[in-house]
Structures are given as structure tokens and as C-alpha cells.
């Protein structure tokens, strides 16, 4: 670094002096330029959008909603949504299948300053004046049964919802009910043996029982009515057999076993409980571990099959529900201390002094890091879940989540058959490696700490899957604890989500994903 002293006088004592302009001095006219500029960005940030694209955000929304709207001809979108369209008189003009054409003319407002952060807003609201109502649902019986020959949906191919479209068209119109129409479907639609469009007709005749609401118990009764009178009871699933007869009053309870679709439906139950319980019990006679290792941690490869929830079906609960599982792989123990211990290391966020959630990671300092962590509500064993993803299953096609509760009691069931060591009747838990492994090669599936799943805890939960839950929906837990006298596969319970007790722990499962 050059000393002061070796710097030219001459550079060291440069000064840069402005110079009047027309007369005007520095301290005049710096300021003016300035205040110009600042004057400049305001106008181009507060004016300048309203001059350039004047106009206003107008909501569109029409009942029955679908249809077509144009701006001074122009198509812009179908009801329900927003769009901006220009300042002045507009033209619109809204067109729906089986509705009179509903045009107006509307006023378009502008707001000049702000407009970039608070644009003028408006809504258009139609009522569209239903016609040809006959027509339209003969249209929708045709387009129903041409759909019914193309075969089973797929992640490319899906079947529109047209049953559903014309429930919800008709109570948006206030027009009668489906009623006969709903057996007309049944008549027109013999080859309907897809299941998405059972699936679209079962929620047609809900919602239309229910006048386009959410089904109610009284519109669940009307449209089991509905459907024995129709004959079309048949488009049920069979699985909703014994949840129909708990719901309904005594009367339609007493008509829906007489039908012969509910005949049906419990002879079929009964034969694929059979039929499964043959698959389980010869699979189960051929298990050998296999085990692949991700991070330093152990999972076991459990094959996909048909399981009957319960198996052997209890007396108490006989809903014989079959479900298909997938394969996927199971971690061979329950989330240990020391495994969470580096999830805390990571995500700081999730340490016991940041979260307010009481038990939570109590005593966890001074438990041994080969015991189960406990005192984890929900959140936490998720947000686990996702951190186990992001550090070691990049790449692998692979992504840790809980197990539902049909995944993890099935795994425990397969396991169950080698005789595995069970923690019960204890004052405290086993090292998550403590004793012997069943069949499959897992640790501890009945017995030792509760584990979560993901799946709701209810009688119906079965048949909604995919739909978001409100926060604090209680989830089924599984396996039972050290403390409980007994525990198997099938023990199951419920907990609230935020729940953080020494009782419950958790393990991950693996399972394939697609377009990671």
C-alpha cells in the first residue's frame, strides 16, 4: 500500500467543483434535479399504471357456474374467476350450455394513483335462466353411457364428472331434483361398471338428496331411499354395506337388507375376506427379510398384497374391509434419539425450547439415544419425515412419510408370524433393537411405544381418502405400548394431533414416487 506522502500533491488536493448553469448556482438547481427525479419514479410508480393499462379487476361468477364468458366478444374464462379488463363500457356476455344467453353492459371503473397496488375491483353476478332442461339431462345421459365403454381411468385418461355436473347444475338452478332422472342414469348406463363413474354417480345422487350441500344424515337416508327404489343401490360400493345399515333410521335400514344388492354386497365381502385370507396366510409362510439402508438407517422390504383390517377379522369390528397395498419399505425400528437427535442438529426450528407443545422431547436429554423418541406430536414426526427425504433420498425415486394405519398393520401382521419379542407390562421401553425381530425382520410392531400413522381415525375415514382434514382431527395410532398388559398387530387407538406423551413414537416407511 502506497504511503500519503508518495501521493502527487496535485491529486490529493483535486476538487471537483459544479458549474452554474445559465446563471443558476450548484445549490439551486442539485436539488431541483432531484426533487425531478423523485417526482418521476413516484409518478411512474403511483400514475403511470393507471394511464397506461386503465382498468379493473372484475370477478365473474354466474349460478349455475361453467359458463362461457366474452368481453366485447372476446373469450376471457368461464364463471367462477377474475380477469382484468380494460376502463369504458364493456359488453358481456355469458353462454352455458342449457342456459338462456345473459348479456349486459357494464361500466368499467379505473383508478388512476395506486392502481399497481390497489386496483379497482368489481364483481358480475348472473343468474342464468335455465332451459331446455329435459334436453340438457338427456345430452348429459348420453355422454354418461358413451363414457361408460372406454375403458378404466388412468393418470392420462379420466373420465369428466357428468353425472356430478348435472346435480350440481340443477341446485344451482333451483330446478327440480334429479329424482327420475337419477333412474334414468341407472337405465341408460348399464355398462357404468368403471369405478370413477360409480364414483360420479354416487356423488351425483348425494348431492342431489342434499340440494348441491354437503350430504347430512338426512339426505344420506333420502338418498338410500332414493336408491332402493331405483334399483340403483347396486352403484354403491359394497364396502359401505354395514356403514349404510349404522347409518340410517330403522326403517330404511330394514328396506336396504332386503334388497338383493345388499345380499350381494355381504357375499362378496365374505369371499374376498376368504380369498384374502388365503393370499395372507400362504405369503406369510414365505417371507425372508430384505433389507436396504439409507443415512445409516434400516428399512425392510415388505411385498404388496390384499389385508383384511383386524385379521383375523374381530368379532368386534367386522366391516371386513379387503384393501390393496402397494409394496414399500418399512424401517426396521421406531425412530431412535439418536436419530432425531441429528434431525435437531439440521432443524434447529424443532428443538424442545422453540416448540410450544406440551411433553414435547420431554426428558429427551438425559434418555439413552438406542431408546424410542417419544413426546413427538404429529407435526414433529412429519417435518422428521420430510428432513429424512431432503438429506438421504434425493435422487433415489424414494420419499419417507408415515405409514397409514392399513400399511403399518399389515407389515405387523407379516412380522407377527416369526414370533417377535413384545415389550409390554413394563415400567419403561426397550432399546428400539431389543430382542428379536419377526418374519419381515421388524422391531418392535406390537409393543414397546405406540407409533403414529397418517391416517384419520374414524368409521368412514376408509372411504375419503386424499381429502384435506381440519387441523386437530384425531389419527389412529398403532402397535400398543410398554405400559399396556398386551399388544398386537391390530391394537389400535386414537390421539389428537398435538399429543406429545412417553407412551407414543413413530417409524418411517418408504415408498416410490414418480416425476421426482
Known amino acids: 500500500m502506497k504511503r500519503t506522502e508518495d501521493i502527487p500533491e496535485e491529486i490529493t488536493n483535486r476538487r471537483v467543483t459544479l458549474k452554474p448553469i445559465a446563471g443558476v448556482p450548484p445549490r439551486v438547481y442539485v436539488p431541483i434535479i432531484w426533487g425531478v427525479g423523485l417526482l418521476l419514479v413516484l409518478l411512474w410508480v403511483v400514475l403511470w399504471p393507471g394511464i397506461a393499462r386503465p382498468g379493473a379487476q372484475v ?3 354466474s349460478a349455475p357456474a361453467g359458463a ?19 376502463t369504458g363500457e364493456r359488453t358481456v356476455t355469458l353462454r352455458h350450455p342449457f342456459a338462456e344467453e345473459w348479456q349486459a353492459t357494464i361500466d368499467v371503473p379505473n383508478r388512476l394513483f395506486l392502481s399497481r397496488f390497489l386496483p379497482r375491483r368489481m364483481d358480475v353476478v348472473a343468474e342464468l335462466e335455465a332451459y331446455a332442461a329435459e334436453a340438457a339431462h338427456k345430452s348429459m345421459v348420453e355422454e354418461f353411457s358413451m363414457w361408460s365403454s372406454t375403458g378404466e381411468a388412468s393418470a392420462q385418461f379420466q373420465h369428466p364428472w357428468i353425472a356430478s355436473t348435472e346435480a350440481e347444475w340443477l341446485a344451482a338452478t333451483e330446478q327440480l331434483r334429479l329424482g327420475r332422472g337419477i333412474v334414468d342414469y341407472a337405465l341408460h348406463a348399464t355398462q357404468a361398471t368403471q369405478a370413477a363413474q360409480a364414483a360420479d354417480l354416487t356423488r351425483a345422487i348425494f348431492l342431489d338428496a342434499a340440494k348441491g350441500g354437503p350430504p347430512v344424515p338426512a339426505a344420506i337416508d333420502e338418498t338410500v331411499r332414493l336408491l332402493i327404489q331405483s334399483e340403483s343401490v347396486s352403484y354403491l360400493p359394497p364396502e359401505l354395506t354395514t356403514d349404510l345399515v349404522r347409518l340410517l333410521d330403522e326403517g330404511a335400514a330394514a328396506r336396504l337388507r332386503e334388497t338383493g344388492w345388499y345380499a350381494d354386497a355381504v357375499a362378496e365381502r365374505a369371499t374376498r375376506i376368504l380369498a384374502a385370507s388365503l393370499e395372507l396366510d400362504e405369503s406369510a409362510a414365505i417371507l425372508r427379510p430384505v433389507r436396504r439402508s439409507f443415512g445409516g438407517v434400516s428399512f425392510v422390504a415388505v411385498p404388496g398384497g390384499t389385508y383384511v383390517p383386524g385379521y383375523p377379522v374381530r368379532t368386534s369390528d367386522v366391516r371386513g374391509d379387503v384393501v390393496v397395498l402397494e409394496p414399500l419399505l418399512v424401517q426396521e425400528t421406531e425412530v431412535s434419539g439418536a436419530q432425531y437427535a441429528l434431525f435437531l442438529a439440521d432443524e434447529p426450528d424443532w428443538r424442545a425450547v422453540n416448540v410450544a407443545v406440551e411433553g414435547y422431547l420431554a426428558d429427551f436429554s438425559s434418555r439413552s439415544a438406542d431408546l424410542p423418541v ?4 404429529l407435526a414433529a414426526a412429519e417435518a422428521f419425515a420430510t428432513w429424512f427425504t431432503d438429506e438421504y433420498l434425493r435422487g433415489s425415486g424414494l420419499r419417507a412419510a408415515l405409514p397409514s394405519a392399513d400399511e403399518w398393520e399389515y407389515a405387523a401382521f407379516l412380522n407377527a408370524t416369526g414370533v417377535p419379542t413384545v415389550t409390554t407390562g413394563t415400567d419403561s421401553p426397550a432399546s428400539v433393537d431389543f430382542g428379536r ?19 384419520v381415525h374414524g368409521g368412514n375415514s376408509a372411504y375419503l381418502p ?19 398388559r398386551s399388544a398386537d398387530h391390530s391394537r389400535r387407538g386414537a390421539h389428537p394431533e398435538s399429543w406429545s406423551t412417553p407412551y407414543l413414537g413413530f417409524r418411517l416407511v418408504l415408498r416410490e414416487v414418480e416425476d421426482e
Do not use: C, K, Q
Open 466 to 484: 386424499g381429502i384435506a382434514l381440519p387441523f386437530g382431527a384425531l389419527r389412529v395410532v398403532a402397535g400398543g405400548s410398554y405400559a399396556n
Open 374 to 377: 417419544v413426546g413427538v406430536p
Open 437 to 455: 425381530p419377526g418374519a419381515l425382520g421388524l422391531y418392535h410392531m406390537a409393543g414397546n411405544v405406540w407409533e403414529w400413522t397418517r391416517s
Open 68 to 86: 362461457e364468458i366474452r368481453v366485447d366478444g372476446l373469450r376471457v374464462g368461464a364463471t367462477p374467476t377474475t380477469v382484468a379488463v380494460p
Open 59 to 61: 370477478a365473474f361468477d
